[in-house]
C-alpha cells in the first residue's frame, strides 16, 4: 500500500473515532491500535478465567445450600466472560491457542488482584463486594469503547458483574449484622482486600504508560486514578453502612472536592504481584496450566467428533 493510500485510510479511521463511531474487525485499523487491543482484550481475558481460582476454593466450604448455587453461579458468569472476550480478542486476528500459549508461559499479564489468597468465607464476600464493584467501575465505561466486538461483550459483563457485586454485599452484610466473631471475619476480609482492590484500577495516572494513547482512540473513557476516586467514593458509605471500617487512616471527606481523599498505596507490592512474586502467582498459572493438560482428551474428542460428523455430511452430499 502507498504512503498516501495509508494516510488516507487513518484519516477514515480517525474521522470514525471522533463520531463515536464502533471499529469493527474488517475495518481498517493502524497496528498499533491492533495490537493495543490484543493486550488489553486478552489481559481481561485471562483476569477473569485466574479470577474463578481464589472463589473456586470456596465452593465446597460454603456455609450453605443457597450460598453455594450463588457461588457457583458468580464462577460460571466468570468464565462467560472469559469466553466472550476471547472470542472478541479473536476477531483481531490472534487464536485461542496463541493466547492461552501467553498465559501458561507467564508472558501475558492478569490482574494482580488475583494473586492474592482467600483465607476466610469472608473472603467472598469481599472479593464480590470490592473487587467486582472495582471491575463493574472500569468496565461500564468500556460499554462505550471504540472496538465493537470488545464494547458489545461488556454490555452482558456488566449486567452480571452488578449481581456479583450484590451477592458479596449481602455476604458482608449479613457477616457485619451476626456474632462480634463474624463481624470481625468480615472486617479482617476488607482488612486485607481494601489496598489490593484499590491497586487492581492500574497505576497512577502519572505512571500509566497506556493511558494516554488509549484514551486518544477511545479504548479508555476514564483514566485510573479517576476510576479510583469514583470506587472509593462509592464504596466508603457502603461500609459505613454495614458498620466496618475502611483500613486508611488518612481517609477524609474533602467538603471542596466533595469526595474522599485517601492515602497513599503500596505500589512496590503492586508490581512486585504484577511481575509475579505475588502470594498466589506460581499456584494460580500452575492451575491454569494443569487444567489445560487434563483438558486435553476432551479437546481432542471434541475435535475427532467434530471431524465424523463433517465427514458424514461429506459422504451424504455425494
Ligand atoms: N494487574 O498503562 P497502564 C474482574 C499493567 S476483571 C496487572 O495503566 P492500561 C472480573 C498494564 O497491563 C479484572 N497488571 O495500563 C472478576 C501495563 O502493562 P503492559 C481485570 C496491570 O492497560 C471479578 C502496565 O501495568 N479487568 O475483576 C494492572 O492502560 C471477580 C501499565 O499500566 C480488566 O482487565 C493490574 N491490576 O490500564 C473476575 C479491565 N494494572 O500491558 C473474577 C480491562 C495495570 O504494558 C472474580 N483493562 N497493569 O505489560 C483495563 O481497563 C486496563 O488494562 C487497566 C490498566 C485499567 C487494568
Known amino acids: 500500500m502507498s504512503e498516501k493510500e495509508v494516510k488516507n485510510l487513518e484519516e477514515i479511521f480517525d474521522a470514525k473515532i471522533a463520531r463515536d463511531e464502533k471499529i469493527e474487525p474488517k475495518d481498517w485499523m493502524p497496528e498499533k491500535y491492533r ?62 491457542e496463541e493466547l492461552y500459549e501467553q498465559l501458561h508461559s507467564g508472558k501475558a499479564k492478569y490482574s494482580s488482584i488475583f494473586n492474592y489468597p482467600t483465607l476466610t468465607w469472608a473472603d467472598m464476600g469481599a472479593i464480590g463486594w470490592l473487587v467486582d464493584g472495582a471491575a463493574i467501575i472500569n468496565q461500564v465505561p468500556l460499554c462505550s469503547t471504540s472496538y465493537g466486538p470488545y464494547a458489545r461483550a461488556m454490555v452482558r459483563v456488566c449486567k452480571e458483574e452488578s449481581f456479583h457485586q450484590r451477592q458479596g454485599f449481602q455476604i458482608m452484610m449479613t457477616l457485619a449484622e451476626g456474632t462480634p466473631e463474624q463481624k470481625e471475619m468480615a472486617q479482617d476480609a476488607l482488612n486485607r482486600w481494601w489496598w489490593p482492590s484499590l491497586m487492581m484500577l492500574g497505576p497512577l495516572d502519572a505512571e500509566s504508560v497506556h493511558t494516554e494513547q488509549s484514551m486518544k482512540w477511545k479504548l479508555k473513557r476514564k483514566s485510573n ?86 465427514e458424514k455430511v461429506v459422504k451424504q452430499a455425494i
Open 35 to 96: 495490537q493495543t487491543h490484543i493486550r488489553q482484550i486478552s489481559q481481561h481475558a485471562h483476569s477473569e478465567i485466574v479470577g474463578m481460582l481464589p472463589e473456586g476454593n470456596w465452593i465446597t466450604r460454603a456455609p450453605s445450600l443457597k450460598r453455594k448455587v450463588a457461588l457457583l453461579a458468580k464462577i460460571q458468569d466468570e468464565a462467560g466472560h472469559g469466553l466472550y472476550l476471547y472470542s472478541a480478542c479473536e476477531t483481531l486476528g490472534i487464536s485461542r
Open 225 to 310: 486514578d479517576e476510576l479510583r476516586q469514583q470506587f472509593v467514593d462509592q464504596t466508603v458509605p457502603q461500609a459505613d453502612m454495614i458498620g466496618l471500617t475502611i483500613p486508611d487512616p488518612d481517609l477524609k471527606w474533602n467538603e471542596e472536592k466533595k469526595s474522599y481523599d485517601f492515602g497513599e498505596m503500596n505500589w512496590d507490592e503492586f508490581w512486585q504481584v504484577v511481575k509475579g512474586h505475588g502470594p498466589c502467582n506460581k499456584e494460580r498459572i500452575s492451575a491454569r496450566v494443569n487444567a489445560w493438560e487434563k483438558g486435553k482428551w476432551v479437546r481432542d474428542a471434541a475435535m475427532a467428533y467434530a471431524e465424523k460428523k463433517e
